[in-house]
């Protein structure tokens, strides 16, 4: 439990500062001075993100502020390094993902692989086969929410999928059922 004689953080630049704070403690071969630290009002899953600007090499983690309201302080202290495994890949090779180097990295620190949403998704993407349980989650209407029928298919089994509005229960297949769907929805989308 990371207490540096001082409260949670009740303000963005309070998580801000504690943040950049936390992650001078973390045992990683990574420079953290020379990591930005921002915070996010938009995000809706992440809770946290790692940019690189490779033709200037800034790194910026961005920490969402609505995830950290949720998690609380000592949870979110996981997000931070999973965030600064990204940060250390960008500052080391120049790229950064979610391999096996990414994984031994975030093993040596203590870093959760995958940081959970903060909040649940208002789409789901749902297989139509029948002993397929892929149903994926979505907070923004993304080209597989707005056209389902322009070749995307199930992750799993590669079956076709129904976008399910979770709060209405409606349905669609079609690039039209979606625009049906938001007509009828308006504000309720």
Do not use: M, N
Request: glycine letters at 8%.
């Amino acid at each position: 439990r990371d207490r540096t004689a001082r409260e949670d953080p009740t303000t963005r630049d309070g998580l801000l500062s504690r943040a950049a704070d936390y992650a001078a403690t973390v045992s990683i071969d990574l420079d953290v001075a020379q990591v930005e630290w921002a915070i996010s009002e938009r995000a809706r899953r992440r809770a946290g993100c790692c940019r690189y600007d490779p033709d200037t090499g800034e790194i910026t983690v961005v920490l969402t502020w609505d995830a950290y309201r949720e998690f609380g302080w000592d949870e979110f202290v996981g997000t931070i390094r999973h965030e600064l495994v990204h940060a250390w890949e960008f500052q080391q090779f120049g790229e950064s993902g979610h391999g096996d180097r990414f994984y031994r990295k975030a093993d040596e620190i203590d870093a959760p692989r995958h940081c959970r949403s903060f909040t649940d998704g208002r789409i789901e993407l749902v297989c139509t086969a029948q002993h397929c349980d892929w149903r994926p989650e979505r907070h923004r209407a993304s080209k597989p929410v707005r056209q389902p029928d322009a070749g995307y298919q199930c992750g799993d089994c590669g079956s076709e999928y129904v976008v399910v509005h979770r709060e209405s229960g409606r349905t669609w297949r079609t690039a039209a059922g979606y625009e049906r769907a938001r007509e009828v929805l308006g504000d309720d989308w």
